[in-house]
């Protein structure tokens, strides 16, 4: 009989079930804590398509963690279940943007998950068909076997062509669609993105928009407390839950980010071999949890919108100040330095200051404004959340594609 070591370790005595503590988990199966004002609102844009009557098209802004994903997909499904109740044929597809950027990609997917084959016997390929034939395809399957369907474009930022938005926001106004009708819910993280869209679209397709908050501490502490049944049972001390609501409110309000961290606690101790989790263990969590946050939100950050940060975070690290504020021009000209060592052209500086507006909208740096004295006018400082070493290191290694 075999006698190599066990490389597995022995079984965990923190977890009960860990699949709990996935973002995607809804816990109840029917329960969104602290968000039923945005769900009102997102049920009555689509109210309409109960009765099979077009539903609002809607746009919803918000950092990262504050629910605009899980809510879209719930209220899309009761939707589709309200819908059948009145006999109605209700369908929605949720597109990631991220991983389907293309147009092409982003057809493809939402007509995968529309189509029933079995019933439609219309085939959508992996690949191997043009644009234009997947959206015969997507087409034909929302005529022939919806009354009525909603396609959730998520983070729409990431699209490299904005062409997908005018096709869906006119497929009926264009007569693609004749009996059926679509509507659109757009997500992203850019509260201006819809500035940049072509007018046109904005006319037919943004007609509701929507704001997602930060969670607060309360709100956090809920949804942490609906979740701990992801460990055994008298495993938690106390103030664990509470305090780590409390950092999360305190810098982001982020629950997905909340999550993460009470998860990293509950390994952190399991990996140490401790018998329960405590607040020394959320400690660790946290830094764990901002390295992880700063590497996935600038892996998703377009090429200029890191040399700015890059620009910033150079500027920081070279302060003697305590607490450095870095203001606009300093950033811009670091920023054109870097883009000359890039071989690439630089942005023009009210486009720049744009990105550094967005950069705060994600909680990444903070702005303040400064007067120059009465008449003066003002200018804009730079602050930057986490260590600039950190940033640094993200921006080196989580480069994203251009």
Known sequence: MSSSPDYFGEDTAIFANKELLQVSHLPDGDQIIGREEELKNLGSALRPALNGNTPSNVFLYGKTGTGKSLCSKFISRQMMQRAADNGIRAGFAYVDCLQDSTETQAVQSAGHQLNDPDQTEITIPQSGLSTAAYYKRLWDIIENHYDVAIIILDEVDKLESDH?????????????????????????????????????????LCERDYVFPPYDANQLREILYSRDDAFVDDVLDQPVIPHVAALAAQEHGDARQAIDILRYAG?????????????????LAQEKEEQNRIAELISKAPTHTRYVLLALAFRVQQSTDSAPEIPNKDVYETYQHICEQENSDPLKQRRVRDLLNELEFLGIIKQDRRGRGRGKGGYTVNHLVDEPELVLRACKEDPSPT
């Open 164 to 204: 997908i938005l005018m096709q869906l926001s006119r497929a009926v106004e264009s007569g693609k669609l004749e009996d059926s009708k679509l509507g659109v819910i757009g997500i992203s993280n850019k509260i201006r993105y819809k500035d940049d869209l072509n007018e046109r679209i904005k006319s037919s």
């Open 267 to 283: 390994e952190i101790a399991e990996e140490h071999g401790d018998e329960t989790v405590r607040e020394e263990h959320v400690s």
